[in-house]
């Protein structure tokens, strides 16, 4: 392994908490830098997390020319402009997900990055554990024949925690919020992936076609629960259930012409146990739980690891997103929203 990775966080929200501890565990990276739009955030996150270099600005971090990688935590509607900034700084980036607001602006992003000889992966902790890749596996080898039916939720009610959920990104248009963006992004994408591995596709697919519904709530103006259904080549037809304000379930399913395969906790592997457990219902035979390391609670410092053992090659191999693999993905969510009449401010 090349020497230790440097670095820096721009934003000191919630999921920049989760990676800041996350990185404190790796052993390829350190994290010497943080930037917010307040000093006093800055500082406050420097003190907690031990991060030396507290920057009142985030251009202060693109700046400083011992940072080698930068995790963009910051809201759906600058991922675009602070992934420019980092490609065109020099810097490899791992950026939050959804990628960017829309395929158009995902396009610009990997132009940016392609140019300036850098490494992006949009970060679906998920797909870097091993569980992702163990699913895939099972479903190329023919595990349950040939998969018919695929099924992902993801959703958690807002209006039960604390404060204005209104207040929240992911209840506001004019940051790119919304239960498609938020959760659905995972949802679809485990779907196309799983479709490609039925497909024997060297990563994931896109659908031929999506129908959405969803309830636009007046003061957020996004989807606050949405549900898709899609259909892949070969007639594989998904349905996928998401949702801001209300708790549906986190599970992932698929049918096929043998059998039936669960992966009970597809989205946060490994956070709190031992192991995790896939469950496989071949036809005429007894249930198996097939068991997966959880990497000791370690789901988002792999993503820290990935970037430092790929960072020569701009990115990392699927499972974990490629670059053509954010486009689709980018382009699915695109339909979805279209489907369902959302456009975002900066859209307009
Ligand atoms: N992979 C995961 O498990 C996961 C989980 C949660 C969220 N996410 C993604 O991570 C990103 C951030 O989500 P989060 O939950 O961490 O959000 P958050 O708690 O609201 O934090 C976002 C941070 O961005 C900065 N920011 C800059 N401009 C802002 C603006 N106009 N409004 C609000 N904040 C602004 C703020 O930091 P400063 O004030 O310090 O600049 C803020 O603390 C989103 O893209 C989300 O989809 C991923």
């Known amino acids: 392994m090349s020497e230790t990775t440097k670095w820096a966080i721009l934003g000191t ?5 989760t990676f800041a ?4 565990k790796s052993e390829t990276g350190d994290l010497i830098a943080v930037g917010s739009r307040a000093l006093a955030s800055s500082n406050a996150f420097g003190k907690e997390f031990g991060v030396p270099r507290c920057y009142p600005t985030y251009e202060h971090v693109l700046a400083d020319p011992d940072i080698d990688a930068v995790y963009i935590s910051l809201p759906n509607h600058l991922h675009l402009e602070w992934g420019v900034r980092c490609a065109k700084a020099k810097k490899h980036i791992l950026c939050e997900k959804p990628l960017t607001l829309n395929h158009s602006e995902a396009i610009s992003l990997i132009n940016a990055v392609r140019s ?3 490494f992006m992966m949009e970060a679906f902790m998920y797909r870097c ?6 699913t895939v596996e099972l479903i190329r080898e023919g595990a349950i024949g040939d998969v018919r039916i695929i ?21 506001r248009n004019d940051v790119g919020g919304g239960s498609i963006m938020d959760v659905g992004c995972y949802a679809v994408s485990a ?16 659908p031929e076609e999506i129908r959405g519904l969803a309830h636009i709530g007046d003061r957020g103006r996004v989807d606050e629960w949405a549900l898709a259904v899609l259909r892949f080549p070969n007639d594989i037809l998904a349905n996928v259930t998401v949702g801001s304000l209300v708790a549906v379930g986190t599970v992932f399913r698929a049918w096929g012409s043998e059998g039936f395969l669960e992966v009970p ?3 946060f592997p490994g956070r709190a146990k031992e192991h995790e457990t896939i469950v496989l219902q071949r036809t005429g035979k007894e249930r198996e739980e097939i068991k997966v390391p959880a990497c000791n609670g370690l789901l988002y410092t792999l993503e820290a690891d990935i970037l430092a053992r790929h960072k020569q090659d701009g990115q990392a191999p699927s499972p974990c997103m490629t670059w053509n693999d954010s486009l689709g993905n980018m382009r699915t969510l695109d339909r979805w929203r279209e489907s369902i009449g959302l456009v975002f401010d900066s859209e307009k």
Not at 21 to 24: C, N, P
Not at 129 to 134: I, N, R, Y
Not at 151 to 160: D, K, L, V, W
Request: charge should be positive; hydrophobic fraction near 40%.
């Open 116 to 118: 300036n000889g850098v």
């Open 21 to 24: 501890g996350a990185l404190a």
């Open 129 to 134: 554990h091993p569980q992702t890749a163990k």
């Open 265 to 267: 906790n597809p989205w």
């Open 191 to 206: 779907c196309r992936l799983m479709a490609g591995a039925a497909l024997q596709r060297d990563g994931t697919l896109e």
């Open 151 to 171: 099924q992902a939720e993801f959703g958690y009610n807002m209006s039960g925690r604390a404060g204005d959920p209104y207040e929240n990104i992911r209840l």
């Open 13 to 17: 929200g919630m999921i920049a908490r």
